[in-house]
């Protein structure tokens, strides 16, 4: 952690002078995170590189926003000191998340209330807003571990042909995704829908190892996208940008275009911290964020910040592996993916390997709905991944106390 909030300072130092708030607050940012890495029982290991990347990663998202809009940047600072008052706070429950399998109809059920609440996907309370589906990705997950930790032998053995024995112990898995799948699709956000799909398709395959049932799931979710794409007009837009954005350069390819002249005057090196123009990207604090990052800081410095990532995701599922029972092993899987999953949707959109979605890259785009949910879901992680510490270390720390 110490090296995080030192190299995410430096990246901050640099920043436009007035983009940030007041130093303090800064410094109020980094005690945050020192306390929620204190915060750990002293009688466990954890793997402390989790939150740390997730700190640092959200510094340099930080000092990026902050070269491109100063009002957003200061937003964002207060969104980060919410994100860590709330693992913090959180922490002790998530010692305990093996209480969370009990809870798996009220997961499902919480998806749906938010959606109905949130009936254009933002639920505002006074001046603050807030993306209910990025607090429905982490409920899916929830009840989807509950579920299958209590019915994957059986699903794992049924036969593809028994349609009894499949929707026997398929349905409420089916409905849960499905309603919330639907919903999404009709208030055409296909970002978060892919997502979803993505996430149930892993989970289910970890523990049944069914591949009929994933192919089925993305024949149905191809359906679904058919449909999209022939009826909504922003589904449409979306499309036709991504397959010849030159066709409309100044309509609906402007932003796809832009950023691709953005990624192309980065080259390889970057034109430098403040040298770029990624300003002529509409949107380019939340969807194009990584071509802003890759046009300053070149094609080296947009994989460096995908193998942040990677190596995220890789020590989330080496969390998930090292689990003695299923349900921790599906609770780290599933979150391990959903924040892979939406990293590969969204920089792939970017690089035009298929249509950009609405989604943010997390820790990284301006976004405090996104922001929150993300540390919470690293936070549930690193609590999964708790190991005794031995007795020799344990009573060395009793000692020193």
Known sequence: MALALAIGGFA?????????????????????????????PFDVRRDDALPALAVLISCLGLATIARLSPDLARKQEIWLGLSLALVIAAGPSFDGFRRFAAYKYIWVLGSIVLFLLGARLWIRIGPVQYEPVEIIKLFIVLFMAGYLAETADVIAVAKPWSIRANLKYLGPLFLGWATSMAILVFERDIGMASLLLATFAAMLYIATRRVDLIAGGAAIFALAVWFAVRHYPYVIARFAAWRDPFADPLGTGYQALQ??????????????????????????????????????????????????????????????????????????????????????????????????????????????????????LIALVWAIGSEGASPAATAKTKSSG
């Open 12 to 40: 901050l130092a640099l920043a436009p002078r007035g983009s940030l708030g007041p130093p303090w607050t800064l410094w109020l940012l980094a005690a945050g995170a020192v306390a929620w890495t204190l915060r750990a």
């Open 259 to 376: 950023s691709i002249f953005s990624l192309a005057a980065g080259g390889l090196l970057g034109t430098g911290y403040g040298l770029g123009h990624p300003g002529f990207i509409p949107a380019v604090q939340t969807d194009y964020i990584f071509a802003a990052w890759s046009e300053e800081f070149g094609a080296l410095g947009g994989i460096v910040l995908v193998l942040a990532f990677l190596v995220v995701l890789l020590r989330s599922l080496a969390v998930a592996q090292a689990q003695p029972d299923l349900y921790a092993k599906l609770l780290a899987s599933g979150l391990a993916v959903t924040l892979g999953f939406q990293v590969f949707i969204i920089v792939g959109g970017v690089l035009g390997l298929f249509p950009l979605t609405g989604i943010t890259l997390p820790f990284f785009s301006y976004g405090g709905s996104s922001l929150v949910a993300n540390f919470l």
